[in-house]
């Protein structure tokens, strides 16, 4: 299987609709997909930050095409020619606060595979020192959540019945970087 040509259908200022066409599995028949691209960015990163009282950083925002509230890990669009790193230890700051003392590389992966060509790059901060809020996009009204890592699980379920919807990635991203931190300090 084979990208053979995009055409874009429309394209506005953070995103454009385009159409791939591609040779699918037979090897012989084209086909066409629909997708969406960001527009003026190169990459996506999220952020799995601890405190050093063993607490993990989320974020609860309003998220209007859902039309509801999402509790999330920090994340952002890393702003052209900028280093995902740089992006992660940015938006830390932008959204929570906190600036990270120590950003390692967690994972990389697609958001959205069958709609969306956005990869995101995940870190995990430690060493965690709050600074003030930094500047935050006008349309982000964003609560910090703090929660003891044992009781992640319960926070996100009470959240939920009460009406948040849950970033599904929070539950394996806050996994996987628990478990790349064991045999180290832990949170």
């Known amino acids: 299987m084979t990208v053979l040509k995009k055409k874009t259908l429309w394209e506005g200022k953070f995103l454009r609709s385009v159409l791939v066409r591609y040779i699918d599995g037979s090897g ?38 859902i039309n509801g509230h999402v509790i999330e890990l920090p994340a952002g669009l890393c702003d052209p020619g900028e280093r995902p790193e740089d992006a992660a230890r940015r938006e830390l700051i932008e959204e929570t606060g906190y600036s990270a003392g120590d950003l390692r590389f967690l994972t990389e992966g697609p ?28 349309t982000e009204h964003i609560e910090v959540l703090k929660v003891p890592l044992d009781g992640v699980a319960s926070e996100i379920e ?30």
Do not use: H
Request: proline share 4%; net charge negative.
């Open 158 to 187: 009470s959240r939920g019945e009460a009406g948040d919807y849950v970033d599904l990635k929070v539950f394996g991203l806050i996994e996987l970087a628990r478990r790349s931190l064991q045999g180290k300090r832990q949170p």
């Open 28 to 65: 012989v028949t084209e086909r066409d997909w629909e997708a969406v691209e960001r527009v003026g960015c190169e990459g996506v990163v999220g952020i799995v930050p601890f405190t050093d009282e063993g607490e993990v950083v989320m974020i609860r925002q309003f998220r209007p095409p």
């Open 111 to 138: 958001l959205s595979s069958g709609l969306s060509s956005e990869l995101l790059t995940v870190f995990i901060a430690t060493g965690l020192t709050f600074v003030g809020i930094g500047n935050r996009d006008e």
